[in-house]
T-cell receptor, first 111, second 118 residues
Framework: EAQVTQNPRYLITVTGKKLTVTCSQN?????MSWYRQDPGLGLRQIYY???????DKGDVPEGYKVSRKEKRNFPLILESPSPNQTSLYFC??????????FGPGTRLTVT | AQKVTQAQTEISVVEKEDVTLDCVYE???????LFWYKQPPSGELVFLIR??????QNEISGRYSWNFQKSTSSFNFTITASQVVDSAVYFC???????????????FGAGTRLAVHP
């Protein structure tokens, strides 16, 4: 089954404690991206990757890092999380301008 | 600059009513793509439709229909005979072909929360 998986689905952490949210897709898609969803703002792109070792900033990259060492994986790293990073995070993958496939979401709370 | 506006924050209807969700977009590109996604209470994002800028034909899929009008930069979504299961947040999104050699960056609207009551 074609899918994008994210882990963990729920995470509560404290300010400053490094964390990683994993994302993996099994569709051999070149493009992957991370979005955050906040009430009243819709989804906003954090980072994206056009292929292995090719990543770039989206609209709200501050406080986040990513890596793309393998085509299927695109982890999101918060090296020093802060409360304003409390949000719902989605990973997505696609081929060109086709439909983007979204993961199930990761709800992060930073206290 | 590209932008998607969903002016309706929340809509409440009674089952079997028809409801239209508005979406207005801004772009300077002549080639672009428009999408609608549904986010039910469970939280996942469900793809509904993708439309490219050269195809203004309206589309119908069961109780769902979409009206794309380039003249007014709108891509409205109508649910006919709404049902309780249609209750969700609906997002309209835009992707521009010229961005980064074709990368599919989605610009989302803020979403419209639809509540369908029995």
């Amino acid at each position: 089954e074609a899918q994008v998986t994210q882990n963990p689905r729920y995470l509560i952490t404290v300010t400053g404690k490094k964390l990683t949210v994993t994302c993996s897709q099994n569709m051999n898609h070149e493009y992957m991206s991370w979005y955050r969803q906040d009430p009243g703002l819709g989804l906003r792109q954090i980072y994206y990757s056009m292929n292995v070792e090719v990543t770039d900033k989206g609209d709200v990259p501050e406080g986040y890092k990513v890596s793309r060492k393998e085509k299927r994986n695109f982890p999101l790293i918060l090296e020093s999380p802060s409360p304003n990073q409390t949000s719902l995070y989605f990973c997505a993958s696609s081929m060109g301008h086709s439909e983007q496939y979204f993961g199930p979401g990761t709800r992060l709370t930073v206290t | 600059a590209q932008k998607v506006t969903q002016a309706q924050t929340e809509i409440s209807v009674v089952e079997k009513e028809d409801v239209t969700l508005d979406c207005v977009y801004e772009t300077r590109d002549t080639t672009y793509y428009l999408f609608w996604y549904k986010q039910p209470p469970s939280g996942e994002l469900v793809f509904l439709i993708r439309r490219n800028s050269f195809d203004e034909q309206n589309e119908i899929s069961g109780r769902y229909s979409w009206n794309f009008q380039k003249s007014t930069s709108s891509f409205n979504f109508t649910i006919t005979a709404s049902q309780v299961v249609d209750s969700a947040v609906y997002f309209c999104a835009l992707s521009e072909a010229s961005f980064s050699g074709g990368y599919n960056k989605l610009i989302f609207g803020a979403g419209t929360r639809l509540a369908v009551h029995p």
